[in-house]
């Protein structure tokens, strides 16, 4: 079974322009989550979508958006990028039972932004 | 909002010895405490999780134990290998929402052969 994947691996823009990530989840996921994992800190939540719909999003301004489609699959958009914005940029998806959930990451993209 | 803490931020170990990683959290009601390992330049994994109702979960080599009434909870190596090396990451959350973890800034764990 194929894990999750991400595109690209390492993307390298400049200051003001955009950023697209894309997530493919496990076959049967619906839910994908966005985390962004600055050097040397733990993952910061992004976005959660789930059947299409994005049901919650952390505490990131609003250039950060994304979407899911109808696969299931889903992009993370940054708009304006910043400096600070250099970080990996991890996806997972997610297996719910009937004890609750768990998340499965993919590899991460690793954006630089000069 | 939920805070988790995590300590140590480096261990070093020597291969054999035993490796402890402590996690407090704020949260009373989260529920759900996984533990995920990162290798250099690959993703995380889960390697062990516990929920509120257990005190303790062991599997093979890594345990993990939780004091609710405290807040916090430990991950546990015994007989620790180089491959263990990595970095180590605790989380807090609800158990039905998982994804929505509140993560500890993560344990770089060395094993020295």
């Known amino acids: 079974e194929a894990g999750v994947t991400q595109s690209p691996t390492h993307l390298i823009k400049t200051r003001g322009q955009q950023a697209t990530l894309r997530c493919s989840p496990i076959?049967?996921?619906?839910?994908v989550y966005w985390y962004q994992q600055a050097l040397g800190l733990g993952l910061q939540f992004l976005l959660w979508y789930d059947e299409g719909e994005e049901r919650n999003r952390g505490n990131f301004p609003p250039r950060f958006s994304g979407r899911q489609f109808p696969n299931y699959s889903s992009e993370l958009n940054v708009n304006a990028l910043e400096l600070e914005d250099s970080a990996l940029y991890l996806c997972?998806?997610?297996?719910?039972?009937?004890?609750?959930?768990?998340?499965?990451f993919g590899s991460g993209t690793q954006l630089s932004v000069l | 909002g939920e805070n988790v803490e995590q300590h140590p931020s480096t261990l070093s170990v020597q291969e054999g010895d035993s490796a402890v990683i402590k996690c407090t959290y704020s949260d009373s009601a989260s529920n759900y405490f996984p533990w995920y390992k990162q290798e250099l330049g690959k993703r995380p994994q889960l390697i062990i999780d516990?929920?509120?109702?257990?005190g303790e979960k062991k599997d093979q080599r890594i345990a993990v134990t939780l004091n609710k009434t405290a807040k916090h909870f430990s991950l546990h190596i015994t007989e620790t290998q180089p491959e263990d090396s990595a970095v180590y990451f605790c989380a807090a959350s609800i158990s039905s929402n998982a994804g929505k973890s509140t993560f500890g800034d993560g344990t770089t764990l060395t094993v020295k052969p």
């Open positions: 997972a998806s997610s297996l719910r039972d009937r004890l609750g959930e768990k998340l499965f």
């Open positions: 516990i929920r509120s109702n257990v």
């Open positions: 076959s049967g996921h619906t839910s």
